[in-house]
């Protein structure tokens, strides 16, 4: 990963610096919460996608920079707003914005960020970028109320949650290459190359993020099960639901749905899920998914940034947190 | 009002359909969300703004609809969060969104239909159209967290209330104008005139309503002194204030800043700010900004859009509910 290493180390001071000067003209009281969520040590993966992905369609440009921070104000606001309805204590092992600043302020904080973002997308005065960036917006949003409305669903199929996590989470690293891709004048063909690539590697980055969750803490650092807890189905649960004899299965499922299960049944579950191979089952199908953005990476030019969205793809195959 | 009237009678099933249109197109699930809002008998005065706006400054065009559609659905999404926000129950006498479809579908809603605002307004392919709603986004959060931040402040200035109204209110409506005058292709002039009415017609709007909330339920038919209850400070309590020797003052702040006083404290001193005639001098202070209103106004070309914008200043002078 000599590449993106040297490419993450070079950009990730310009990207901390671009957005320290956003910050600094949102609305005063909006900037102590858009701090905190944007200065939490996030990968940035978002913001380099544009940029690599606009480096390899065209010349380089200032324009992506501009892009890719409007990317990642769209993110945080994102994250702002989803750990409300999570009601997660935590992001990224610090206190979420919501228990420091309270709700109201995380919700319109996360307004403003949008309005900020727009603002800086709809400055490069391009339609199809503002169109790009608001389809994002909708899609995410869709996603979310949709995982929240099937919490505890043990019926969901994997095309369910292959509809939900598209929305959710891939649809923004989606928008992420489109708008580079776009912002290098690329045609109809390259803007679907890389709209493909960065659908697939999002898909492929909430599958591994969902296989983590039952990865004990000896390799991720983090507690797991989480997201049995929280009654969110993901590909390790089914396969593990499917798993089970039929009388298991109903005797779990209710409980589950009714959300019955005490902590040695969730941690019982847990250490089973991992153990039966369901957290590694989960990664091949992701793997399907690397292989797809693999494929339309293979339509991008060859080059040095082709080859470091090639090191992306197996940064999202092999990451452990 | 013969002219307001009319427009109003036979614009408002337009805007009905067109608002039916984008709430189909809206992710499937914030529709229901969507359409309770939309649906819930506002007056439509922010789009009527907009067309009646560009059409007096430049020739009709479909268009005004469209920019008209997407700042109704901007207002909307922004009460839906609000409502949160203020942990109301009602919103125009029925149910608030939230307490139907729960906190978490309603800030998601709120944000989708942000997005497809955006979408709108990005389809007319004029960055500068853009920017203006962007810029209204953004102000309209601030005010909410200003406001949010200054409840229970009996220090709060005249000119603190200003600032919060203006961001709050009549940002919106000012960028209601300012995106039909830019439709209609009016020079900067021309937008800034659009500009300064809606701003001014907008902190009028909200210093009336700031004043029918001390109005007895036999003129509005809604109760009085909610804002007392919640802790919002307005001209006519910052008036009532004004006129109490210095020992009642402080008294009056220790306990309101302390959420201590009772209700039939609340009760006779909403009678009181009635009695003292401190609503009807902030009807007095709204004139005052209708004339700026007024003046801006002036400046559009004479006929018969100019007349209806008028009326439009005298609807907000003399609403009672």
Same sequence: chains 1, 2.
Avoid at 180 to 194: E, K
């Amino acid at each position: 990963m000599h590449n993106l290493k040297s490419v993450f180390r070079r950009e990730l001071p310009v990207f901390a610096a671009l957005l320290q000067e956003q910050i600094s003209t949102l609305p005063p009281l909006t900037r102590p919460v858009a701090a905190h969520i944007l200065n939490s040590g996030g990968k940035r993966l978002r913001p380099l996608l544009t940029l690599l992905t606009g480096r390899s369609l065209g010349p380089h440009h200032q324009d992506l920079y501009t892009l890719g921070t409007a990317v990642e104000i769209l993110h945080a606001a994102s994250l702002l707003h989803d750990d409300i309805l999570d009601n997660a204590p935590l992001r990224r092992g610090r206190p979420a914005a919501h228990t420091l600043f309270g709700v109201s302020s995380v919700i319109l904080a996360g307004d403003a960020m949008l309005g900020k973002a727009l603002l800086r997308v709809s400055s490069l005065r391009d339609p199809r970028l503002t169109a790009c960036f608001a389809e994002a917006v909708m899609h995410t949003a869709e996603g979310e109320i949709d995982e929240g409305a099937n919490l505890r669903n043990p019926d969901l199929s994997h095309e369910d949650y292959l509809r939900i996590i598209t929305d959710k989470t891939a649809w923004v690293l989606r928008a992420s290459c489109e708008l580079g891709a776009l912002r290098a004048g690329g045609g109809d063909a390259a803007v679907a190359a890389a709209g493909d690539f960065g659908l697939h590697l999002g898909i492929a980055f909430q599958m591994v993020d969902d296989a983590l969750d039952f990865s004990p803490p000896s390799v991720t650092g983090k507690p797991c099960g989480g997201d049995l807890r929280e009654g969110k189905i993901t590909p390790p649960l089914l396969l593990y639901l499917r798993s089970l004899s039929e009388s298991e299965r109903t005797a779990f499922k209710t409980s589950f749905q009714a959300n019955a299960l005490k902590n040695e049944e969730l941690e019982a579950t847990a250490a089973a899920i991992f153990a039966g191979g369901f957290a590694h089952k989960t990664r091949s199908l992701a793997d399907r998914h690397l292989e797809n953005a693999r494929a339309a990476l293979a339509l991008f030019p060859a080059g040095r940034e082709r080859d470091i969205l090639d090191e992306v793809v197996n940064f999202v195959r092999h990451r452990k947190q």
